[in-house]
């Protein structure tokens, strides 16, 4: 190497505020945070990074899992062919009790009114709960032969919508099952596109269709339906598959397209639609299959997850929308991150429904392992150069994060483009030392660094510093 001037005084910060940098479809390269999430403090403005909350098992029922949802205190969850009401099987449905599973995972809704009931439904079935009495199919002339998925419940009217976008009112103020009146229905119809999906915002009606979306409001229409158009409030996005469709906090999010784009990921706060996902998102989202897709959302210590799964694509994308960043979850073995469903308890802990091994998990930062198995939290770097392309050598590398005793960061670096055969062996950093070290860390003119950890305790890294000699080439 060429001889080298001072040691420069202060040591150069690796950039630590992650989130997907893939340069094309692939995230093989550029940076990424996989299973963590980003922090920014109100004082110093600095961002930590945090490895995600684990889960812990509270209970297991055979079946596919195809939604859960908190009515009136009890966890409903539907696992294969039978929805529980707090893991006790609910009777009837049809055929012989058998709930319909070729629809996926169901949207749930609830009504008012004399006898409150559950509604539930995934576009080829819907059914309605009073809590007392067998459960039942709605169907009926009036009433679509399949829906798309969302049921709507405002002013004590029930709402659902078809495939060509015309949405039906229950005849009966909180008589979600009748659908007698021929009358009360309408159509979006300012574009002549199709229906996706059915939803609330405050207090209207959102028709998300194939490339546009359509507001309404209770116009209290003393005859046909009592729904009204907002006028100006047409939103030029579509729904690509209504199981995208959340709501956290009274905002909405969903997988976006029109005519003129690619797949995005949209919000819909007090009807003011605005796109959350980045650059490098879209295009990993314009290169995914997105026939089956997965998304739930929660909160927890003030961070609001919005998480979206493409199975095909073998990728989970989650989207912080306190923090405004995203990052990559996976399950134990580095596979999309399984939870199709999520809702609260009796008692507000958050529960998360697992995709195919009916249990039901609760999530909390307080859990360090999924159900006992390893979290592998991974952070990639992007290439670092110090601010100059001159060769440079790596004397020391301080890792700035929580005391932890029994917590193990593990560090490697590529000095080639990420290229999968110039990784460097994982060397060991013990984070329950005073100040947590790395030495003799070699020369490079562009490095790229990938920290991984696999304990089960917390961690918490605020920055890696690299003490640097500056070459003279």
Not at 140 to 156: H, Q
Not at 212 to 233: C, H, I, K, R, W
Request: overall charge negative; hydrophobic content about 40%; some cysteine.
């Amino acid at each position: 190497m060429a001889q080298q001037s001072d040691t420069v005084g202060l040591p150069k910060r690796l950039p630590l505020v992650i989130e997907p940098e893939n340069r094309d479809e692939s995230t093989l390269k550029d940076a990424k945070l996989i299973n963590g999430y980003m922090e920014k403090g109100k004082k110093d403005g600095e961002y930590h990074v945090y490895k995600r909350p684990g889960l812990l098992n509270k209970s297991t029922i055979a079946g596919a899992g195809l939604g859960v949802y908190n009515w009136q205190g009890k966890v409903y969850r539907i696992q294969g062919a039978t929805i529980y009401e707090d893991d006790v099987a609910i009777g009837g449905g049809a055929p012989n009790g058998a709930l319909d599973t070729t629809g996926g995972i169901y949207h749930f809704a609830s009504c008012l009114g004399a006898t409150p009931a559950l509604q539930f439904g995934n576009g080829v079935a819907t059914y309605n709960y009073d809590g007392t009495t067998p459960l039942t199919v709605i169907a009926g002339a009036n009433f679509p032969a399949a829906t798309t998925k969302g049921i709507v419940y405002l002013d004590g009217t029930t709402y659902v919508m078809d495939s060509k976008a015309s949405i039906r009112g229950c005849a009966v103020i909180n008589a979600p099952t009748d659908y007698t009146d021929v009358l009360n229905r309408l159509t979006a119809q300012i574009e002549p596109d199709g229906g996706v999906g059915l939803f609330k915002q405050l207090v209207y009606v959102i028709a998300f269709k194939q490339w546009s979306t359509e507001v309404f409001y209770d116009a209290q229409n003393a005859t046909a339906s009592p729904l009204g158009p907002v006028q100006g409030a047409k939103i030029n996005h579509g729904c690509v598959n209504a199981d995208s469709l959340q709501d956290l906090d009274g905002t909405i999010f969903w997988l976006a397209v029109n005519r003129k784009t690619s797949p995005q990921v949209m919000q819909l706060d007090n009807l003011k639609p605005i796109v959350v996902s980045t650059k490098p998102v879209d295009r990993l989202l314009a290169h995914a299959a997105l026939g089956t897709v997965y998304s739930f959302a929660f909160k927890i210590d003030g961070h609001k997850f919005y998480v979206l799964t493409l199975k095909t694509a073998n990728l989970t994308l989650v989207y912080d929308a306190a923090e405004q960043m995203w990052s990559q979850w996976t399950d134990v073995d580095g596979n999309y991150f399984p939870i199709v469903s999520a809702t609260f308890d009796a008692s507000y802990n958050l529960l998360l429904q697992h995709e195919s091994n009916g249990k039901l998990y609760y999530v909390d930062p307080t859990y360090y392992t999924d159900d006992t198995a390893q979290i592998t939290f991974d952070l990639y770097t992007p290439n670092f150069d110090g601010g100059i392309r001159r060769e440079k050598l790596a004397g020391m590398l301080y890792i700035i994060a929580d005391q932890q005793v029994g917590s193990t960061l593990y560090a490697r670096a590529n000095d080639k483009d990420y290229a999968a055969d110039a990784w460097t062996a994982f060397r060991e950093v013990d984070l329950g030392m005073d100040t947590p070290f790395l030495s003799d860390n070699g020369s490079f003119r562009r490095r790229a660094y990938h920290f991984r950890h696999t304990a089960p305790t917390s961690l918490r890294l605020q920055a890696i510093e690299l003490q640097l000699d500056i070459g003279t080439m």
